[in-house]
């Protein structure tokens, strides 16, 4: 018998969508925002059927291709949050600048119900089918000022770039398919973990998997789209692209490779020690000489994706839970720096180059201090989350001995402090550019605070959300 109460959050979202899109046709453009609430509501009712029809173990549905579990219900819960926060920042941006329209909400609920799929899909196929539903979500959102060409540009090189990716990966799927005549990832791991079962197809069935994946977390040598997407979107395209796909690429790393692919951890362990000393190296040198913010932000997003990866290459259990933490908390940095550029721009303006930040605290020292705690925690500065959040994967490969990585995690830490606190030496001891006060919504001005304060509590009780992120994957 098929439960569909393990799949509700997902049948309620589906059914939301559909309600927010009809509603929507009807609407005038100076009634967008009654999408923007129905968008809100839709948000909070997922949050509510995962929270009441959450599971304390593991249960399949849907002949096995569903799983319900609580790691997959705490990564919902904080996407549900997540894209809340999009789009309340968007909203004034949006409407200053003409793009106050439904398909944004509409799309970005889409992408959101293709991660929530990829979070529990328990086979290979469903999983892929989520990864679509949230890409061409993105195709299209990144797409979304028709008026703006470096939006299309980056809009093509996305799409080329990402179906390219796709494919591989669909073609790794098929191969694994051929190899141990399942899909499921059960099965899988243990068809993979028998005598006969590592073969040179199997291995390059798993690289044409790893290419995917990579792809998705933005791990260099499959990095390219990040800056450019983050660059040529308009800024809310840029906040929701950089925040919550990143659970949704924790979640497949999560599931293909430690869960469905875990007992050929030795093959895959060399290959995300490539990929993670790539990331680490390239994107905290090339981060270094950017002066446009946001294009600053993707090469810093590749760095701490191979802090991520560092949780994956220990294989350990309390590795693959401390990259979830890390990746939680990266998240909500992100989405608290890219929310300060918008607060920052103004119609027909994006605060998008570091100079924009110049003098900040003359012109709001509390804006200001925002963004000295999001800097600081990417940073690593203790007490912030984000120091937390680096220590814990550093030891977790310390743990399976790899005491280089750890040491070169260290040295690239120190090293991408420069770009960091370079914002924080901008906006304290330049001359402003700008003058005029900032003025922000209270709404926005709540929001980007409990934002940033946040980074700061969840670093001063660092166990609440690490003991979390360990118990849900124990």
């Given at each position: 018998?098929?439960d569909?109460?393990l799949?509700a959050p997902?049948?309620?979202l589906?059914a939301?969508i559909c309600?927010?899109?009809?509603?929507?046709?009807?609407?005038?453009?100076g009634?967008?925002h009654?999408?923007?609430y129905l968008s809100?509501?839709?948000?909070?009712?997922a949050a509510?059927?995962?929270a009441?029809y959450?599971?304390?173990?593991?249960?399949?549905?849907?002949?096995?291709s569903y799983i319900?579990?609580?790691?997959?219900?705490v990564?919902?819960?904080?996407a549900?949050?997540?894209?809340?926060?999009v789009f309340?920042y968007?909203r004034?941006?949006?409407e200053q600048?003409?793009?106050?329209?439904?398909?944004?909400f509409?799309?970005?609920?889409f992408?959101?119900l293709?991660l929530?799929?990829?979070?529990?899909?328990?086979?290979?196929?469903?999983?892929?089918l989520?990864?679509?539903?949230?890409a061409l979500?993105?195709?299209a959102l990144?797409a979304?000022?028709?008026e703006s060409?470096?939006?299309?540009?980056s809009a093509?090189k996305?799409f080329v770039?990402?179906s390219?990716?796709?494919g591989?990966l669909?073609?790794?799927i098929s191969?694994?398919?051929?190899?141990t005549?399942?899909i499921?990832?059960a099965?899988?791991?243990?068809?993979?973990g028998?005598p006969?079962?590592l073969?040179v197809?199997s291995i390059l069935?798993?690289?044409?998997?790893?290419v995917?994946v990579?792809?998705?977390?933005?791990a260099?040598?499959?990095h390219?789209?990040i800056?450019?997407v983050?660059?040529?979107?308009?800024t809310?395209i840029a906040l929701y692209?950089?925040?919550?796909?990143?659970?949704?690429a924790?979640?497949?790393?999560?599931?293909?490779l430690v869960?469905?692919?875990g007992t050929?951890?030795?093959n895959w362990q060399?290959?995300l020690?490539?990929?993670c000393?790539l990331s680490?190296?390239l994107?905290n040198?090339l981060?270094?000489?950017?002066?446009n913010?946001?294009?600053m932000?993707?090469?810093?997003t590749?760095a701490?994706?191979?802090?991520?990866l560092?949780g994956?290459i220990a294989?350990?259990?309390?590795g693959?839970?401390?990259a979830?933490?890390?990746?939680?908390?990266?998240v909500l940095m992100?989405?608290a720096?890219?929310?300060m550029?918008?607060?920052?721009s103004?119609?027909?303006?994006?605060?998008e180059?570091?100079?924009?930040?110049?003098g900040l605290?003359?012109?709001?020292?509390?804006?200001?201090f925002?963004m000295?705690?999001?800097m600081f925690s990417?940073?690593?500065?203790p007490?912030?989350?984000g120091?937390?959040a680096?220590l814990v994967?550093?030891?977790s490969?310390?743990d399976?001995?790899?005491?280089w990585l750890?040491?070169l995690?260290?040295?690239f830490?120190v090293i991408?402090?420069?770009?960091?606190l370079?914002?924080?030496?901008?906006?304290?001891?330049a001359?402003p550019v700008?003058e005029?006060?900032?003025?922000?919504?209270p709404?926005?001005?709540f929001a980007?605070?409990?934002?940033?304060?946040?980074?700061?509590?969840?670093?001063?009780?660092?166990?609440?959300l690490l003991?979390?992120c360990?118990?849900v994957?124990?």
């Amino acid at each position: 018998m098929i439960d569909y109460a393990l799949a509700a959050p997902e049948i309620f979202l589906t059914a939301a969508i559909c309600v927010v899109l009809i509603v929507d046709v009807f609407l005038r453009d100076g009634q967008r925002h009654i999408t923007y609430y129905l968008s809100m509501l839709a948000l909070v009712g997922a949050a509510v059927t995962s929270a009441v029809y959450g599971v304390e173990s593991s249960a399949t549905t849907f002949s096995g291709s569903y799983i319900a579990d609580p790691a997959g219900n705490v990564l919902k819960l904080f996407a549900y949050l997540i894209v809340a926060l999009v789009f309340l920042y968007s909203r004034d941006f949006l409407e200053q600048n003409g793009l106050f329209k439904g398909e944004f909400f509409v799309l970005g609920l889409f992408g959101l119900l293709g991660l929530m799929i990829m979070i529990s899909g328990n086979n290979l196929l469903v999983i892929y089918l989520g990864l679509e539903l949230q890409a061409l979500s993105l195709y299209a959102l990144i797409a979304f000022n028709r008026e703006s060409a470096r939006s299309a540009e980056s809009a093509m090189k996305y799409f080329v770039l990402g179906s390219i990716a796709s494919g591989m990966l669909l073609y790794g799927i098929s191969l694994l398919y051929g190899i141990t005549g399942t899909i499921e990832l059960a099965p899988l791991a243990e068809a993979l973990g028998a005598p006969d079962g590592l073969t040179v197809p199997s291995i390059l069935a798993l690289a044409f998997v790893l290419v995917g994946v990579a792809f998705k977390f933005g791990a260099v040598p499959f990095h390219m789209w990040i800056p450019d997407v983050y660059e040529g979107a308009p800024t809310p395209i840029a906040l929701y692209v950089g925040s919550a796909p990143k659970i949704a690429a924790f979640a497949l790393m999560w599931r293909v490779l430690v869960e469905g692919m875990g007992t050929m951890h030795v093959n895959w362990q060399d290959m995300l020690i490539v990929l993670c000393v790539l990331s680490l190296v390239l994107g905290n040198l090339l981060a270094i000489v950017q002066t446009n913010f946001k294009r600053m932000l993707g090469y810093s997003t590749i760095a701490h994706v191979g802090f991520i990866l560092m949780g994956f290459i220990a294989g350990t259990e309390s590795g693959v839970s401390n990259a979830m933490y890390y990746t939680i908390v990266y998240v909500l940095m992100a989405t608290a720096a890219f929310g300060m550029i918008i607060v920052l721009s103004r119609r027909g303006f994006e605060a998008e180059r570091l100079d924009d930040f110049k003098g900040l605290n003359q012109r709001s020292p509390w804006f200001a201090f925002m963004m000295l705690l999001i800097m600081f925690s990417m940073t690593g500065v203790p007490p912030l989350i984000g120091f937390y959040a680096k220590l814990v994967v550093i030891e977790s490969v310390l743990d399976v001995g790899l005491v280089w990585l750890a040491a070169l995690g260290v040295v690239f830490a120190v090293i991408g402090a420069f770009y960091y606190l370079r914002i924080v030496w901008y906006m304290y001891f330049a001359e402003p550019v700008e003058e005029a006060p900032l003025v922000a919504a209270p709404d926005m001005r709540f929001a980007i605070s409990a934002n940033g304060l946040g980074l700061l509590v969840l670093g001063l009780f660092p166990n609440s959300l690490l003991n979390l992120c360990a118990a849900v994957l124990g």
